[in-house]
């Protein structure tokens, strides 16, 4: 896939892997702290969210995107 067609690839990329670090580096700065694990459920899970919903918008089928 090209990037320069398809930007959205990139944005959610990126969003990902910045709440994923802002997550993680939560967490590390407090392990003992229930917000922190809160915070980093929380972006694990957005983050899971955001690349399903993203491969399920860019399935090559309507088959596929429904077993995404």
Known sequence: MDLVRNPDILSVGVAVAASLILG???YFSNRKSIT???FLMFTVI???WGLA???IYHAPTLELSFFS
């Open 53 to 55: 919903n993203n491969f």
């Open 36 to 38: 922190g694990k809160a």
């Open 46 to 48: 957005s983050a899971a």
């Open 24 to 26: 993680f580096s939560i």
